[in-house]
């Protein structure tokens, strides 16, 4: 028997450098893989050690800066859940323009 589990969110599948600021030390740079309005997943971030509770910021290429906290963390992956939820127009843009989109349509990812 197989246990299906459902997400709160949709998660989008992007592909973009990012820096992972930890709230005390240097930033880590990594490529985030997965968005949502909530959450990202960074990938390739190398032995790093982050711990669960750790306070972070998703720097993206174009300056914005997101807050929020280390949810998960395992060989150089790393689950960020952000401070507050991006709103649906915010997301849209952010995921047309990782994507190169120029209409911004939401397709999902993974």
Do not use: C
Request: positive net charge; hydrophobic residues 40%.
């Amino acid at each position: 028997m197989s246990i299906l589990s459902s997400r709160a969110q949709k998660r989008y599948a992007v592909r973009t450098v990012v820096r992972v600021r930890p709230d005390q030390g240097t930033p880590i740079e990594g490529l985030m893989i997965e968005l949502s309005s909530e959450a990202a997943r960074i990938s390739n971030l190398g032995q790093t050690r982050f711990s669960a509770g750790q306070l972070v910021a998703v720097e993206l290429g174009t300056g914005e800066k997101l807050p929020g906290s280390i949810r998960w963390a395992n060989g150089g992956i790393a689950g960020i859940k952000f401070d507050r939820p991006l709103h649906i127009p915010h997301l849209n843009g952010m995921i047309g323009a990782l994507r190169g989109d120029t209409q911004g349509v939401l397709q999902f990812g993974t």
